[in-house]
């Protein structure tokens, strides 16, 4: 046997008895040449292979080839884009513009590898504001499926087409009939890679794919109109908006009315950086991120560091296992982000990471929390702020046991509607946490928070409107208060409720106070790979902010002496080394933070009123004017909704009033 054809191989196996044996052994090399000469040589790869290589990096499916031709369009300037499809994307997918058109000349060129008209130098790189400019996708795509372009500019008499099946074509472009724009009809994709073209799913599927694609690309140009088609039907149809005021239609359009009528518009602008679009309500969360559109200058994104500030904007106010829905988009200098990291340019690099993600967490963080009862005007619906109905998702009721309602006498009712002399905004001595036992270690820091008194509007008189939440009339199997508003009924759960309250003020009073640590008695020595040890080191100032003191005393030690003192009886290792993880990834961490809510929250859920509590009518009235002036008091500590709306309309219908 030739030295050419052999070669060595070591296995590895286990004799029984737990110990690993090692075995030489001498093979032939199966692609050896039967001449001597060495097996492999390197050698340049067909156009054609090449281009399907490419195309694995870029098509996965029919979706991937519309997503492709679709930013094209964009680049071009396009205003309205037809897409018609058959059997999901595998048999037909046309895509048809308005936009420029591609030179006669140029349209053989354009399916050619490495062909592109939107970069010129290697400056160019990095400052890209199209979607497309790789030059890959309409090749790639070529080399897969029996492809024609056509195309018209103006000013020309008619159009130019140029077609290929499954290799780049030969000769000039052909004369045809064409309106101004561009016209790619993809046929048979897959036809010449049957091991590819068996990994395709169901016809409904891979349509759904490809709907999610145009749905997505639509809300990040809503100056464009959208047609798509599958097997001559019209599946979705949006036309361009000419006006801001018209971007909500859209919205709704693609994420339905239910997200419409739960909407809060945002737009925040700081460091060069501008937030705007759509977030949900916490209430109106998903059992899955199917909800979530993100866009940086215009290009659909999926991006970890981005996915993460949003979960960090929700993280006080969703209840567990839910996903937020949203609909945004960040602008930016494009030499601020690098776009060439991925080929489907799905991900993208933020040249300042933690700038980005500050930014992105604190405008939806504000903003949700800037949302009391009543407020309509940052809502992206319609004047009239809609019912706020606000479903348990799954949450265990509280025992429905004591007096079924509370009667009220006429004094009552007057009293709560302005009887005394004061408005509903002014304070009161009345305190519902007075009522509540507290042991010794939540009387220490919610001392200013749960025996805080709370605002009373049973004795006002001079009331010139109805408040958001309205005045209490009943009490309801003392779980729930019922408040009549202007629109109808409210619905409180006044434990939530008062939860959420307690809860802000206890943050407020923690935050104003600072971190309070404590030694350890022993010091936690943690082994530490040497970067996580450089880190702990570089941010020991971060870590002492948040109460901890932390030393590296080896290349790969470090060691913890002082911890907060809510988290003494906390995972101090796994705690450390998840903030360290996060530092690494994301530049900096809540980790500690939340531990420490969660710490907070369990003390306000023990320092609030309790379920078959029975309240006066001025302890109902201070709860609803609190809950009015209180940071995300639509949600308690868990997620949960504390209160619900019912309009008059609603109400007459339950009972076929006016038929």
């Not at 046929?187 to 349509?207: G, H, Q, S, V, Y």
């Not at 809300?219 to 908006?241: A, D, E, N, T, W």
């Not at 003390?603 to 509590?613: E, L």
Request: aromatic share 6%; charged share 20%.
């Amino acid at each position: 046997m030739r030295e050419s054809q052999i070669f060595f191989a070591w296995f590895v196996y286990n004799n029984g008895n737990g110990t690993e044996n090692v075995v030489k052994v001498l093979m032939s090399n199966p692609n050896s040449d039967t001449q001597g000469a060495p097996a492999q040589r390197i050698h340049h790869l067909s156009s054609q292979l090449a281009n399907q290589i490419a195309a694995g990096e870029v098509v996965e499916r029919p979706a991937s080839v519309v997503k492709e031709l679709l930013e094209n369009s964009l680049d071009a300037a396009a205003t309205q884009i037809e897409i018609d499809v058959e059997q999901g994307g595998a048999r037909l997918i046309r895509v048809r513009d308005n936009g420029v058109g591609i030179h006669r000349e140029d349209l053989v060129l354009a399916l050619n590898r490495h062909a592109t008209s939107k970069i010129i130098h290697a400056d160019d790189l990095d400052g890209i504001a199209t979607l497309g400019f790789r030059g890959e996708a309409l090749p790639s795509i070529a080399s897969i499926a029996r492809m024609s372009l056509t195309s018209r500019q103006p000013g020309e008499e008619s159009g130019w087409r140029v077609s290929s099946e499954g290799y780049a074509p030969e000769g000039d472009a052909a004369p045809c009939a064409h309106p101004l724009g561009t016209t790619v009809e993809i046929r048979d994709l897959f036809f010449n890679t049957p091991a590819r073209r068996k990994f395709l799913r169901k016809e409904k599927t891979e349509f759904g794919h490809l709907e999610e694609v145009v749905k997505r690309i639509a809300l990040s140009h809503f100056g464009v109109g959208f047609q798509l088609k599958h097997h001559q039907r019209v599946v979705l149809s949006l036309r361009p908006i000419t006006n801001t005021e018209q971007y909500i239609e859209r919205v709704e359009a693609v994420c339905g009315q239910p997200f419409r009528e739960n909407a809060l518009a945002i737009e925040y602008e700081a460091a060069g950086l501008r937030l705007w679009g759509w977030v949900a309500l916490p209430a109106f969360s998903r059992s899955q991120a199917d909800m979530q559109y993100f866009f940086v200058n215009g290009r659909v994104i999926r991006d970890k560091l981005v996915s993460h500030a949003i979960r960090q904007a929700y993280r006080d106010v969703l209840y567990h296992g839910r996903h937020p829905a949203f609909v945004l988009n960040l602008e930016m200098a494009p030499e601020q982000v690098d776009v060439n990291v991925h080929p489907t340019k799905h991900e993208v690099r933020f040249r300042e990471g933690r700038l980005a993600h500050d930014f992105i967490f604190r405008a939806i963080h504000r903003s949700l929390a800037d949302v009391r009862p009543g407020d309509a005007e940052n809502r992206g619906t319609s004047e009239q702020l809609p019912a706020q109905s606000m479903p348990a998702m799954g949450a265990n009721p509280l025992p429905q046991q004591g007096v079924a309602v509370m009667p009220l006498t006429t004094s009552q009712r007057m009293a709560s509607f302005g009887g005394g002399t004061a408005t509903y905004t002014r304070q009161s001595n009345i305190s519902l946490g007075a009522h509540e036992p507290l042991n010794d270690a939540y009387k220490v820091l919610a001392a200013g928070a749960v025996a805080q008194p709370l605002a009373d509007s049973g004795s006002g008189s001079d009331v010139s409107e109805v408040p958001p939440l309205g005045f209490a009339v009943a009490q309801l199997h003392g779980v729930y208060i019922l408040a009549q508003n202007e629109a109808g009924l409210v619905l409180v759960d006044m434990h939530a409720a008062h939860e959420r309250i307690t809860y802000e003020r206890m943050k407020q009073t923690f935050n104003d106070g600072g971190i309070k640590s404590q030694p350890l008695l022993v010091p936690l020595s943690i082994a530490v790979n040497q970067k996580e040890a450089a880190l702990a080191e570089e941010f020991s100032a971060v870590f002492a902010s948040l109460g901890f003191d932390i030393q590296r005393i080896a290349p790969e030690t470090i060691v913890v002496r002082e911890v907060p003192t809510l988290l003494s009886d906390a995972d101090i290792e796994t705690l450390v080394r998840d903030v360290l993880s996060d530092i690494n990834t994301y530049g900096e961490s809540v980790r500690v933070e939340e531990r420490l809510n969660e710490v907070l929250a369990t003390m306000a859920c023990h320092g609030s009123v309790r379920a078959n509590r029975i309240l006066t009518l001025p302890e109902m009235n201070a709860l609803l004017r609190d809950m009015e002036r209180t940071e995300r008091s639509g949600q308690c500590n868990h997620g949960r909704p504390t209160w619900t709306q019912m309009s008059m309309v609603e109400l007459d219908k339950l009972f076929l009033r006016g038929r």
